[in-house]
């Protein structure tokens, strides 16, 4: 079921940030149909033109969509405003300077959407994106469900394919969700995660496909958090996956689709944590998070949802918000 929808409305998505983030999100989001409106913002002008006249080449291919190189008044109407601006590391440079600038860089482009009145839902993908997201919601002052960052979305679509991979079985029939920092202290909920409906305590005993199935889920868990650091080191960055994971995301907030997915939230109070975003199971509707699903997490999963909030409360704590 879904909520209704901009009835009579243009679909209009906004994507700050023309790099392979962006525009490999722009690709996907026009093939798939959901969006009638993409504008393209970098501060590199030239970027910016080039993806889109390369993108509306494409547009005898697509379902119809009009894609163009935007301005700041684009967010006055828009749905969706996706931001993966973000400064690459300089040379010497420390993480916590490189978050600094980052930290400049998205409070200015919040001020910029302020300043157009824009009434849409803010996805902050750029990293790190816990951080940013927190960042972005104390600039604003916005309600906490309108601004969302992309969070282990991703991590999560990695954890179920190879859950696929390793078990036989088609992904769509794995439901499974990393939850915690989208980062090294991320975790597999393995209390949530089944395979067609059965829970992998009753799935792995009947399966009998692997021999120790304890020890090979610690090594599909590892696997799914490294997956971004070998996929740097091979070829540079990541973004195929990504920008579908985005397409899920903004999908979700076009349609008011309701779908659960593991976005970057701020927490209230639930699962005993306060004033931190990070990744839990979330609705996600027409204007953004509706609402949070404290799901019964075992007692390791709570402490290691605590350590992720712990590691990025003590990054905040050195930042100059
Ligand atoms: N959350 C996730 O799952 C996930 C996955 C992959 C990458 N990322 C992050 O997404 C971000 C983008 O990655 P990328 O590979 O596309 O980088 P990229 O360097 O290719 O692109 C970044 C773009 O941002 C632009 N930019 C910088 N400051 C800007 C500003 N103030 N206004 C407008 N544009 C600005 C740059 O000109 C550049 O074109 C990075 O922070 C990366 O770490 C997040």
Request: overall charge neutral.
């Amino acid at each position: 079921m879904n909520e209704k929808a901009l009835p009579g409305s243009r679909r209009k998505v906004v994507i700050i940030g023309a790099g392979a983030v962006g525009s490999t999100h722009c690709y996907a989001l026009a093939q798939s149909g959901l969006a009638d409106e993409i504008a393209i913002i970098d501060k590199n002008e030239d970027l910016a033109k080039g993806q889109v006249m390369d993108l509306v080449h494409g547009q005898p291919f697509f379902p119809t969509v009009s894609i163009k190189a935007g301005s700041l008044s684009d967010f006055a109407n828009a749905n969706v405003i996706v931001i993966t601006a973000g400064s690459p590391m300089k040379p010497g440079e420390t993480r916590l300077q490189l978050l600094q600038r980052n930290t400049a860089i998205i409070k200015n482009i919040m001020t910029d959407i302020i300043s157009q009145n824009s009434p849409g839902v803010v996805l902050i993908v750029s990293n790190p994106v816990d951080i940013l997201t927190y960042v972005a919601l104390k600039h604003s002052g916005w309600d906490r469900g309108r601004i969302i960052g992309s969070g282990t979305v991703l991590d999560s679509a990695r954890f179920r394919y190879l859950i696929s991979d390793h078990c036989g079985v088609d992904v769509h029939n794995v439901h499974a969700y990393m939850l915690g920092e989208h980062g090294d202290s991320e975790f597999a909920a393995w209390s949530m995660t089944n395979i067609a409906g059965m829970p992998m305590e009753e799935y792995c005993p009947v399966c009998k496909h692997c021999t120790d199935w304890k020890s090979e889920r610690r090594q599909i868990e590892q696997e799914v958090r490294d997956s971004a650091y070998h996929i740097i080191g091979y070829k540079g960055a990541t973004y195929f996956a990504v920008g579908l994971a985005l397409v899920r995301i903004v999908g979700a907030i076009l349609r008011g689709q309701r779908s659960v997915l593991t976005v970057s939230t701020l927490l209230n109070g639930e699962f005993g944590l306060s004033d931190v975003c990070l990744s839990v199971p979330c609705i996600v509707s027409n204007k953004g998070v509706r609402k949070i699903i404290e799901s019964n997490l075992n007692e390791q999963e709570l402490a290691s949802l605590s350590a992720s909030a712990d590691i990025l409360k003590t990054a905040l704590k050195d930042l100059k918000l």
